[in-house]
Nanobody, 125 residues
C-alpha cells in the first residue's frame, strides 16, 4: 500500500527548531508538487507550505513565512519542512501531501491526492 510517512515531530519550547521529514513509500515525489498542512485541535486543516514539482518554486502561509522552509531530496524521495523560531501557535499535527504531476505549488487542499498520517508538534511557551 503506497503511503507518505512523516517524522520529526516532538515537544519543544518557543524559539526552538524542528525539521519534519516526509518519505514516500510506494509513492514517488519526483515530478510531483508537494505540500505541508497542519491541524490544531478544534480547527480546520490549514495550508503551511508547498513547492513545485521540481522544487524550484515555493509558497508559504503568512503565519510561517520567514520561519519555515520546504525543501526536497529526490535521491531520498523525501520532502522536508524546516521550522525555526517556533511559537505555541504552531502546535498542531503536521501532514505532508502529494500534489499534481508537473504542477506548481498549491495551497488548496483539493489539489492534493495523497496524505500522510501526520506527526505531532507541540510548542510550549
Amino acid at each position: 500500500q503506497p503511503r507518505l510517512v512523516e517524522s520529526g515531530g516532538g515537544v519543544v519550547q518557543a524559539g526552538d527548531s524542528l525539521r519534519l521529514s516526509c518519505v514516500g513509500s510506494g509513492y514517488t515525489i519526483i515530478r510531483r508538487a508537494m505540500g505541508w498542512f497542519r491541524r490544531s485541535p478544534g480547527k480546520e486543516r490549514e495550508f503551511v507550505a508547498a513547492d513545485s514539482w521540481d522544487g524550484g518554486s515555493t509558497i508559504y502561509a503568512d503565519s510561517v513565512k520567514g520561519r519555515f522552509t520546504i525543501s526536497r531530496d529526490i535521491t531520498k524521495n523525501t520532502v522536508y519542512l524546516q521550522m525555526n523560531s517556533l511559537e505555541p501557535e504552531d502546535t498542531a499535527v503536521y501532514s505532508c501531501a502529494r500534489g499534481p504531476q508537473m504542477g506548481g505549488p498549491k495551497s488548496s487542499i483539493s489539489a492534493y491526492s495523497a496524505w500522510g498520517q501526520g506527526t505531532q508538534v507541540t510548542v510550549s511557551s
